[in-house]
């Protein structure tokens, strides 16, 4: 296969496996939904697992240079980076076709914490934790670990309710709870 089929299966798989789940898509479907044939994608792909991984890298990828950049385009201070996590959270429980988190789907589908795509969603999430603790880091937090944990819990819950009950007011209201953590972290009243 091509590295231009390749990439073209990948990034095809990624919307399909977004839309449609992992466990529900074969590779049949993937076929038919690319014009790849299944020959040519097991020359590549030894199994759907490993195609997984990969639309999962290039998810983790995409999310997260998205993510940091809208930060830094929307808040200039470690602080405020902090809030505009949120902001930026709403931005993308508007978008159309939002589904929720494909990692937080992801380790559904595949339960055990041993799993290669369990470990790759949870990698995912550690390398958020890294990125927010290291804003917390920079905005002077005496405990930046457990205030990047607190936040993250609001984010991931943030993520499923906007999921289950629509995205309305879901991001405001975190931001909120959010800047009451901030603050309470900063020695602020």
């Keep these: 296969m091509s590295a231009s089929k ?5 990034e095809k798989a990624l919307e399909t496996y977004y839309t449609g789940g992992f466990q529900a898509v074969g ?9 790849i044939s299944k ?30 950049r809208r930060i830094d385009e929307l808040a200039s201070s470690p602080v405020e980076r902090l809030t505009a996590i949120f902001d930026v959270l709403g931005e993308w429980f508007h978008e159309d076709g ?6 937080i789907r992801a380790s559904s589908e595949y339960p055990n914490s041993d799993h290669p795509i369990h470990m790759s969603s949870a990698k995912h999430k550690r390398l958020l934790l890294t990125y927010v603790i290291g804003l917390a880091e920079q905005a002077g937090v005496p405990d930046p670990g457990q205030l990047a944990r607190q936040l993250m819990l609001l984010k991931e819950g943030a ?6 009950h629509g995205p309305d007011g879901v991001a405001t209201h975190a931001k909120q709870a959010a800047e009451v953590l901030i603050n309470n972290a900063l020695g602020r009243s």
Excluded at 27 to 35: Q, S
Excluded at 44 to 64: A, G, M, P, Y
Excluded at 159 to 164: D, E, G, M, Q
């Design 159 to 164: 993520i499923v309710i906007a999921h289950l």
């Design 27 to 35: 590779m049949d479907r993937l076929a038919k939904e690319t014009g």
């Design 6 to 10: 390749k990439t073209i299966l990948i």
């Design 98 to 103: 939002f589904l929720s988190c494909m990692f």
């Design 39 to 68: 020959t040519s994608m097991y020359k590549h792909f030894r199994t759907k697992e490993d195609l997984i991984l990969e639309v999962l890298n290039l998810r983790d990828e995409n999310f997260r240079n998205w993510f940091v």
